[in-house]
T-cell receptor
């Protein structure tokens, strides 16, 4: 049982490039989330999904896109990378509310230069 | 709206002494409250949660937290700190009417030998 896995662990992008951050969970959780973590700012929710085929915006969705074609996978797409997207990105999953304990992946550290 | 505040950026405590990491929240309905811990270069790990019932919640690694509705607080405590407890701690809240968590900015706990 691997839990939540994320790839890659590190990535450096040039301004304007695009990339996809991969996230997979093997706990059959309905809910999946993408957060970004910036120093001193805590975690900000980018997008979330309550099940396959259903996604919704979080607090900071601009510049990102997601899809949820399967229960297991929830990729995050950056289309035109900008320096403001330099951050650590975490994927998480949970059964959903009310108990809502979220399980986090190890993170992807992204630098946009 | 839901919000959470962690008033201390950093807490310093000597090993063997009790520790407290503070958290206050604001919700319009009933709160669901969580504590997570993040070790360097790792994802967040769940410590404990309050959903309903007993105001004193016990969690992993000897941590506990007390829900205080009148003071809208959910402080994290441990009777005797260990150097290995040094990490970044996040409080999170979800209002019963919301489907996502809001995280605080985090408090760095440093336990000195």
């Amino acid at each position: 049982n691997a839990g939540v896995t994320q790839t890659p662990k590190f990535r450096i992008l040039k301004i304007g490039q695009s990339m996809t951050l991969q996230c997979t969970q093997d706990m059959n959780h309905n809910y999946m989330y993408w957060y970004r973590q910036d120093p001193g700012m805590g975690l900000k929710l980018i997008y979330y999904s309550v099940g396959a085929g259903i996604t919704d915006k979080g607090e900071v969705p601009n510049g990102y896109n997601v899809s949820r074609s399967t229960t297991e996978d929830f990729p995050l797409r950056l289309e035109l990378a900008a320096p403001s997207q330099t951050s650590v990105y975490f994927c998480a999953s949970s059964w959903g509310y009310p108990h809502d304990t979220q399980y986090f992946g190890p993170g992807t550290r992204l630098t946009v230069l | 709206a839901q919000s959470v505040a962690q008033p201390e950026d950093q807490v310093n405590v000597a090993e063997g002494n009790p520790l407290t990491v503070k958290c206050t929240y604001s919700v319009s309905g009933n709160p669901y409250l969580f504590w997570y811990v993040q070790y360097p270069n790792r994802g967040l790990q769940f410590l404990l949660k309050y959903i309903t019932g007993d105001n004193l919640v016990k969690g992993s690694y000897g941590f506990e937290a007390e829900f205080n509705k009148s003071q809208t607080s959910f402080h994290l405590k441990k009777p005797s700190a260990l150097v290995s407890d040094s990490a970044l701690y996040f409080c999170a809240v979800r209002d019963a009417g919301y489907s996502t968590l809001t995280f605080g900015k985090g408090t760095m706990l440093l336990v000195s030998p």
